[in-house]
């Protein structure tokens, strides 16, 4: 099983972590929060929100393509890179995958509480 490798982020993984046995086919959201770590993910994983925004910094090209929905989300993330992902549409495939989650989100939903 590859590797997922969650680098140091101030509130929701002070450390980083490392998911020695990450299965293939699970979205990396579903992965981070089956192994404590506390991503944002407002709309339930079903893309409608960008809270789940991760840089791949590694493993980005063993990943499918995001699908136009996720590109159209994904154009309002905040600190989009060019290997940006909504943690809950990309699927582990085969390869080892290193993950940045963004210090900021934009998250309608927790500004309105």
């Known amino acids: 099983m590859p590797k997922l490798t969650v680098l140091p982020h101030p509130d929701v993984c002070p450390e980083g972590k490392v998911i020695e046995d990450a299965p293939s086919g699970v979205s990396i959201c579903r992965v981070l929060l089956d192994h404590d770590v506390e991503i944002e993910h407002a709309c339930e994983l ?6 789940c925004h991760v840089v791949v910094r590694q493993g980005y090209q063993s990943l ?30 085969d390869q080892d995958l290193t993950v940045e989650i963004p210090r900021y989100t934009i998250n309608h939903a927790k500004e309105n509480h």
């Open 46 to 51: 079903s893309c409608a929100c960008t809270t």
């Open 64 to 93: 499918e393509e995001a699908s136009d929905s996720e590109e159209d989300l994904l154009d309002k993330a905040w600190g989009l890179t060019s290997t940006s992902r909504l943690s809950c549409q990309a699927r582990i495939a």
